[in-house]
């Protein structure tokens, strides 16, 4: 049976460990709570950064920040090769890092500076060792990036701190001074693992990049697998946490997913072959089950992938193969998000450090919706552990619940989309969905989720292809369970969409709504839909048909519909852009010094530019909202030509299409090119539509699926809210929302409220939280900026439960 979703599953609960120590991050710049200059904070202090236990791509982009920001804070920045092993042994493995030591290290997966299993830190005279490598050194802040069992060994080592001193002192290894200058250690942690089984952060470092390894084999497999009418067995990694498996299913539209927190209720080998049977059977040519590693049975028993397998031959005689992913999940470049991730994290430790006093205890850098805040470490550790001991004592209801809101909606949502025999009662209500707009990666995973949970709801659903102008036209059809079969990994738009706005066709539109009796509009576009959506507003006092409610969901490479701090399609828009800057910075390796100049698409937003830079490690990225004159250009000139003539090779200049329209992106590549003689050459590049196109990531995929269900759990509401008779009447503000994501929620909001924060003229929202991240855009690029934390000090004081992981 299908778990029947509510519209409350997805209220996204706003409760973490108590933070009465800790500031929080707002903003996203470098919080603070007193009154100084960031630039002279680190003066005479010392910082190490380490990496411990298994890698995750997005590691090095958090060390590149933790050193930038830190010698742009005054302080000594020193990289302990191979994790906690590197600390006790100390020697060469602790050595000073400076700003050109991280150069080159973004695109890189793994970590450049080691990371190792260490027996010997387990043991108090492996930490007297490392205690008195650190005194030497000077260093009493330690950053540590790594998993629970790493931060849990990093807080053990602070709290026995003044023991480890008293000791070495005792006998004579550290002098009494040395012991006074190294009172306290300051230690701030990092959440670097790809199972994303750390309680108090959204997403951990790594998390994202092992999606999109997943995705990019599980592609790949459907092909060969449609081929041949094959069943694949898919073994995710995740240890005992079954998020990546979860995540996967969601997002390829998986047959079966098999997760440690909610083992398969008795008798499940019969529902399983069932269910692949009846899949065939609708005209399927393949069957996917995704397995995590951990995935057990109601008695605690393992369930393997190679049990699956001989399970489905000797039953239903499919040709199936196993394929078990491992170590290939950790590997490979990180994706955008995780190394904008790791940038804004180890930015956050480094004013964590500096900041901290004796009496503050240790703190986890975690991500709470688009912030980066500090929570206690050891509670997040606790409840973490708490989740594991649920699931040894067979409390798998309440694993599931102490993983999060989120992890129990991404079930919820899976399991009701799973279901291949939907409810026959019927509803009576007809609901029409289509894209507006320009096409974006992921607005297919939206239309099929809206079908299939309208569908499931019991309402008839009909595709209208072609936007507005389609609507107006008839090109409207039903469309079946089956009609969507596949498409969450399909780019582009399967409808068809286009950037026609309706009032001109107020007339037609609303004879085709009274001829198909539609009785809701879920549209699924850009700012088209929007401005679209607000129009047929507007001709409700004229046309009684359009009085039915109206959803919008943000679909645009662009990021610019308000409301929303997301849209779908634009993460991936910004890993095709990061990827392309990765291989044209390589195309210069063994060449003289050159600068690139990267033209990027967003119309008048500079949400692509700006991330982009992040990812990619820009030198400068200029936007239409950060106006830029002739003196700006000159000192970015002066600026990059200075870095060129030491040890740097490379540059990397992005341009938003539409930032400025005399300083266009032919002036900026003829300036840096004069400017630039004899020093270095340059090389531009115009992006453009390849930006829209191409296989959705995992998060677009995730987003627009959840984002498709919610909106129809909405409509399925509204439209009986506002049925009279027979009829359906909507003439109030709130019968026409839009869907977006604000911080950690999904929430809807009146169209007509949305339009005072709108600048309708260049296509923007008014405030954008992204902005507030540029400073730290041009702290990593080497820019002598000033930055007085104090402005952006913020307490929150939150209940004591944690919450845990969403990949909305």
Not at 635 to 640: A, D, M, P, Q, S
Request: hydrophobic content about 35%; glycine content about 10%; overall charge neutral.
């Amino acid at each position: 049976m299908a778990t029947l979703l509510n519209l409350e599953d997805f209220d996204e609960p706003e409760t973490r460990p108590d933070t009465s120590y800790y500031n929080t991050d707002k903003t996203m710049l470098p919080a603070g709570s007193k009154h100084h200059d960031a630039q002279t904070m680190g003066i005479g202090k010392a910082i190490a950064v380490l990496t411990s236990g298994g890698d995750a791509q997005g590691m090095n982009a958090a060390v590149r920040a933790v050193v930038r920001v830190g010698i742009y804070t005054g302080a000594k920045v020193y990289f302990v090769h191979e994790g906690y092993q590197g600390l006790v042994d100390g020697g060469d493995n602790i050595k000073e890092a400076s700003w050109e030591s991280v150069s080159m290290m973004l695109q890189l997966g793994g970590t450049v500076i080691g990371s190792a299993r260490c027996q010997d830190f387990r043991g108090r005279e492996g930490r007297l060792k490392a205690a008195c490598n650190l005194v030497k050194k000077g260093i009493t802040n330690l950053c540590v990036i790594g998993g629970d069992g790493s931060l849990t060994g990093a807080d053990t080592f602070r709290s026995e701190w003044s023991g480890l001193l008293a000791d070495l002192v005792k006998a004579d290894t550290i002098t009494e001074d040395e012991a006074k200058k190294s009172s306290y250690l300051n230690i701030v942690g990092l959440v670097g693992s790809i199972d994303n089984d750390f309680c108090g952060t959204d997403m951990t470092i790594g998390t994202d990049s092992a999606l999109h390894r997943i995705m990019e084999i599980v592609d790949a497999i459907t092909t060969t697998a449609q081929s041949h009418q094959r069943t694949f067995v898919l073994e995710v990694m995740g240890r005992h946490c079954g998020y990546l498996a979860l995540v996967t299913a969601l997002a390829c539209g998986a047959d079966w997913v098999f997760v440690p927190e909610s083992p398969p209720e008795e008798n499940w080998e019969e529902h399983l072959c069932r269910r692949l049977s009846e899949t065939r059977g609708r005209g399927s040519r393949l069957n996917i089950i995704i397995v995590a590693e951990g995935a057990i049975d109601l008695h605690g028993k393992p369930i393997t992938s190679d049990l699956i397998k001989d399970l489905v031959i000797k039953r239903l005689g499919y040709d199936t193969r196993v394929t078990v992913l491992g170590h290939v999940q950790r590997g490979g470049t990180p994706s955008a998000f995780d190394r904008i991730l790791g940038s804004r994290m180890g930015v956050e430790a480094v004013m964590a450090l500096l900041e901290g006093t004796p009496d503050t205890p240790a703190c986890v850098v975690s991500l709470s919706g688009n912030q980066a805040i500090r929570l206690p470490l050891m509670e997040c550790v606790q409840v973490t552990k708490e989740v594991t001991q649920a699931m040894n004592e067979k409390k798998f209801e309440e694993a599931l619940k102490l993983r999060g809101k989120s992890f129990e909606n991404n079930w919820k949502v899976y399991r009701t989309l799973a279901h291949i025999r939907p409810p026959s009662a019927k509803s009576g209500y007809n609901l029409a969905v289509l894209n507006v707009g320009a096409p974006a990666a992921g607005m297919n995973a939206a239309v099929r989720s809206t079908v299939r949970i309208g569908i499931i709801q019991g309402h008839r659903m009909f595709a209208v292809h072609d936007g507005f102008e389609g609507l107006a036209k008839g090109q409207i059809e039903e469309i079946g369970w089956s009609g969507v079969g596949g498409w969450t990994g399909q780019g582009g738009s399967r409808l068809g969409t286009k950037r026609t706005l309706p009032k001109k066709y107020f007339e037609e539109i609303s004879n085709n709504i009274s001829n198909y009796n539609i009785h809701g509009l879920i549209i699924v576009g850009g700012f088209e839909a929007f401005t679209g959506s607000l129009e047929l507003m507007e001709g409700r006092c004229k046309y009684e048909e359009l009085c039915i409610p109206i959803v919008v969901i943000p679909a645009t490479v662009s990021n610019n519909v308000p409301g929303s701090d997301f849209s779908i399609g634009a993460d991936t828009a910004l890993n095709t852009i990061t990827v392309t800057c990765d291989r044209i910075k390589q195309s210069a390796a063994g060449t003289k010094r050159r600068v690139f100049i990267i033209e990027t698409m967003g119309g008048y937003c500079g949400y692509l530019a700006t991330m982009a830079g992040f990812a990619a490690g820009a030198d400068a990225a200029y936007i239409y909202e950060e106006s830029v004159n002739i003196h700006e250009l000159q000192t970015n000139v002066e600026h990059l030509t200075e870095k060129m003539k030491t040890t740097v090779k490379r540059g990397l200049i992005l341009r938003n299409e539409k930032c400025n329209d005399n300083y266009s992106t032919d002036f900026i590549f003829n300036l840096y090119s004069e400017e630039g003689k004899g020093v270095f050459d340059c090389r531009k590049n115009v992006l453009g539509h390849m930006q829209q196109g191409g296989t959705p990531t995992p998060f677009d995929r995730n987003f627009g699926t959840k984002m498709g269900a919610k909106a129809v759990l909405w409509m399925t509401g509204k439209v009986k809210e506002c049925s009279r008779h027979g009829r359906i009447f909507a003439n109030t503000p709130d019968s026409a929302c839009l869907l977006g994501m604000r911080k950690r929620s999904l929430v809807f909001q009146p169209l007509v409220e949305l339009k005072e924060q709108t600048d309708f003229a260049h296509r923007l929202p008014k405030e954008q939280w992204w902005l507030k991240l540029r400073p730290i855009l041009k702290i990593l690029a080497k820019y002598k900026i000033n930055l007085d934390t104090s402005d952006h000090a913020h307490m929150e004081h939150i209940t004591r439960k944690t919450s845990h992981p969403t990949n909305i």
